[in-house]
């Protein structure tokens, strides 16, 4: 604790600022003697009469802090969290920012000049009026945050995560657009994209030149899509089917560092826009898919493999609720199957438009039976073999919140894998051989992005060690989705 007896227009010099709470309004002269504030809380006004330099921050709490035309330059903030806050005028010019958490925090007329800001989080952050020039932001993650008419010299981010950000009268670049996720055009207001730094001879582009814009590997194709049409992970987009294949992500993992900045930020991005409700379940499917493959592979340096694994694992967590329900489904499915549609009554609308799945002669239409809204379907099965790639397939259109209802309906169901007994018509079967060791592959060619496929691999039944891939296109399971709305019985 700072003195209390000490008068108000004395000046206090800190000489060894650890396991303080110093607020600032109380003190109208303070000046820090030291190389860090650690294990601090600093609170109320900070000025220009206050002097923290050469201090850097560590492990401290800002809360309720306001810094008024206050001067934080070469001050480095590192570990701590900044809420409830507001930095008005003040310039924090080259100093770092390493992995912070700052939350309701606003930057009204703020420099930033030659920053480094690295592995920090902005929640519910406003940045207006800000110079952000000849800086780096690296591997931050941005949500519900505004960038208000800022000035930008260079790509500014690299490797960030956006989430219901927006920028208005804030220029970038278009590889801010490429080495960054979650950047939409929807959610741009006046602003322009440059093709260089300021310090070059840059133009403007348009979003017709964007989409021609060469790149280097899918998953940037994929952004710069994303950034154009946001609605692509709804609907489904070859270039989206195109970033789960292993191919271009083993040629990334000779850059150890990089692959595992793209591949963990990747999978944050999938779980916020599942978490979001933007997107249905089998993109999460598909990176799990791909991360087994990689896994597998004999070609990947120590490091991006230990980085796979952990993402896989994390993956797994949403896989299992997912594999559970196909268990719990098929369990208790009734013959014919049941389902709720958006479609007609003439059954060559559904042959037609989910052809891969009525391919297969065990699975048939036995009646469309019309309401005003919507008709009921009924489908037919042979063997409970020839319903599982229906089941599992509308299972991984759903969103997290059908899921989520699903898994609630099916808790009290004791289910943990797909090796189980299965009850059919009275008649006790096998859901799936009951091998030590199984694989199962039901589908088509895999070649054709509108076809399916099913692929489960299990060490033990029940084990965590699975592998599933789901080899149909999101375009394909958007369709289906807009068809069949639910599954009655």
Known sequence: MVDKSLQNDEKIIIDNPIGIE?????????????????????????????????????????SRFCSQDGLLQYVDFKDSYISDSSFNNTAFDYGAIINC?????????????????????FTSARFIDCKLDHMVIESCRFKLCEFI???????????CLFSETTFRSTNLQVQTIINNFGLTNSALDSCLIRNKSINEDYSILDEETLFNIEVST????????YY????????????????FEPTSWVKTAQIPLT??????????????????????ILPIIKLHSLTGTLIESQNLNKTALTAIYGIHMALASVVEEYLSLISHTARNLANPIIFLTSGPIDKNYYIDNLSPIFDDPRINIVEIRKHNSPNELFISWETIQAALPLIAIFLASRFKFEIKKLSKAASNDNVNSLVDKDTVSG????????DKCFQLQIGFDEKQAYLYGLKLKSIFPGDLLFELGLHISLKKVALLRKILLKILA
């Not at 008419?149 to 490797?159: A, D, I, P, V, W």
């Not at 899918?218 to 899509?225: D, P, W």
């Not at 963990?264 to 933007?278: A, I, M, P, R, V």
């Open 228 to 243: 154009l049409d946001d609605t692509i992970v709804t609907s489904g987009s070859d270039e989206f089917d195109k970033t």
């Open 22 to 62: 110093l607020d600032f309004s109380n003190y109208p002269n303070v000046q820090i003697q030291s190389q860090e504030i650690k294990n601090s809380v600093l609170t109320g006004t900070y000025n220009r009469n206050h002097t923290i330099r050469p201090a850097n921050i560590v492990i401290s709490k800002m």
């Open 218 to 225: 899918e998953l940037e194709r994929f952004k710069l899509l």
């Open 259 to 280: 692959f595992t900045n793209l591949l963990s930020l990747y999978q944050e991005f999938l779980f916020d826009l599942y978490d979001k409700g933007t997107c249905c």
């Open 101 to 121: 958490d700052f939350s309701g925090v606003t930057f009204n007329k703020c420099t930033f000049h030659n920053v480094s800001i690295t592995g920090t989080d």
């Open 427 to 434: 008649c006790t079967q096998s859901l799936i051989p009951l």
């Open 149 to 159: 008419n800022c000035t930008t010299s260079n790509k500014l981010f690299e490797f």
